[in-house]
């Protein structure tokens, strides 16, 4: 047997394992920098960089130095620039297919830092959500401070004042031409007079019989009389009942014009407090466009803790039929599942220019259902330098298939900035020279809604602004803005990771609110003056015309009024009103009762 065992073939063997070896151990470095390279570049979308990689194998041991990872919105920038990254991988469990790393040190991470060379990538195709310009995004128009035209608004708009002077008009008419008919038909001064004469003709009996007769019909005419009082009594009821309505809607015509003024003020004219909410669009965009990078740089790091879904959603791979023959790889379950990939805790040193910040991500992989651990982070500092309070917390939770639930929370105190572009619109720019600031925010996502809160109050602020239209609103904002020495900004976002909106306020609004009521207010009093001149001549000769009927009802109602007078005339003049004991009669004669 042993003679069948050539030395000479042993020696080829011990050689080839020996290139082998000598090779792994030459090129495993490049081998791992390339992958790192190709896979990052992919997963960003722009170029990263890697200095060099280092393979221990007794112990195994990977560590990669100075990685740069490129912003793909600005490709002479690396987003990411980390000096070392070092990680002791356990050996047995690669036999299964399983890299477990139980402590991964990352130091030496910068945000922000210069590139020598652009890291944009030929095949990239950017979106039109990320190649909007910031002029696009931060462009604010405000509205014309000089006030529209009268002549204008009042030919494209109706005046209700004119419907409801109309609606008055034909009731006055209509009253006007009832009363009228109804006049002719109540006893007048023609018969009042009828009524002397027949009384007078009376009083000339002579004799007891005579007498006696004549004080019969006298009784039966002042019945008449009493009658005709009554009907034009009830007429007077009747028509002040109807005039006090007309007389109402001659007054809600009356001022109504002064309501159209109102009305068209507010719709073309400019408010004060409107305008003065301006913190949404000079502020609005910028914080928009954080969001914007915030949430792409998370869609970027998805698959770090979720892998790609396909299929059907849950979250497997998509099953494949198995062509007949071959068989099939059956893979059972196992009874202490491990995920394939896993760091059990990661240790980070960020690197600021107000000093180092340390913090700890624990549990990170992409198969969180199977570790059945959420993703955990916390970094925090204190007393750095221009930095007195720094708190992050967080949590990336995939435990359950098929559902999402993150949260973040920031802190941040005493941040001393300097240069930040609050506004980069050309037109309307703002830059905060310098300041301190405390930042609070809270950032939820359930499935694809998400939701964040941000709190922020600047301390020792110096704003810059540069408009370049020019104006006294304009000026009056800018010199307002540069006055600002505190202010407190409040930022909702809300919706989906597609789909959101961000809505801005501060307490700035209430100074910039001050600085233009005043010039807003003269140009809203000179609206109102065309406004009122201009709706006064379209109804002045239409009030008149009312006055003019209620006059004329008037009239009627002074008519009825002398016929109720003459009637009670007759009955004193013509016989007893029904309040003398004795009658007299005619010819002077008085009866005993």
Known sequence: MMQRIRLWGVGVFAGLLALLVIGWWLLAGWIIERAVEEMGTDLVGARVDLASAELDLFPLRVALNGLEVTNPDAPMTNAVEVRRIAAGVNTLPL?????????????GVQFGTPRERSGAIADAVATAEETATGEEASGLELPSFEPPDVDAILAGEELESLALIGEAQAEIDRAMSSWTSRLDSLPDEKRFQQYRERLGK????????????AAKDMRAIQAEVKQDIDALKSATGDFQREVK?????????????ARDVQRLRDKYGLSPDGLANLSQPLLGPRIGELAKRALSWWKRAEPIVARIQAGDGTGGAEPVQPIRGPGVTVRFPERNPVPDFLIRQAKLSLELKAGSIHGTIDDITP????????????????????LRTFRLMGTVDRTRPGQTADDLTLHAAGL???????????????????????????????GDEISADVSAVLESAQLLTHFAEEGPVPS????????I?????????RGTLESYSVDVSSDMDRLLGSAVTQLVGDKMRELEAGLRSGIGKKTSGPLANIQAGLGGLGGIGQTIGSRVDMGGD????????????????????????
Do not use: C, M, Y
Request: aromatic share 4%.
């Open 245 to 257: 309505a007309v007389e109402e809607l001659a007054k809600k015509a009356a001022s109504a014009p």
């Open 476 to 483: 009056a904002i800018a010199r307002t803005l540069q006055g």
């Open 367 to 386: 198969d969180q259902p199977i570790h059945g651990k959420p993703l955990r982070l916390t970094f925090g500092a204190d007393k750095l330098d221009g």
């Open 95 to 107: 036999l299964r297919r399983k890299v477990l790393i139980e402590e991964l040190a990352v130091e």
């Open 570 to 593: 007759v009955l004193s003049t013509g016989g007893s009103g029904g309040t003398s004991k004795s009658s007299p009669l005619p010819g002077g004669v008085k009866l005993p009762f």
């Open 202 to 213: 009376l009083k000339n009996a002579s004799g007891v019989g005579g007498a006696l007769a």
């Open 485 to 493: 020495r505190s202010f407190r900004l409040d930022a909702r976002v």
């Open 416 to 446: 001393a900035l300097e240069a930040v572009p609050l506004s980069e619109s050309a037109q309307w720019g703002i830059e905060l020279e310098r300041g301190s600031l405390d930042l609070d925010v809270a950032a939820k996502r359930s």
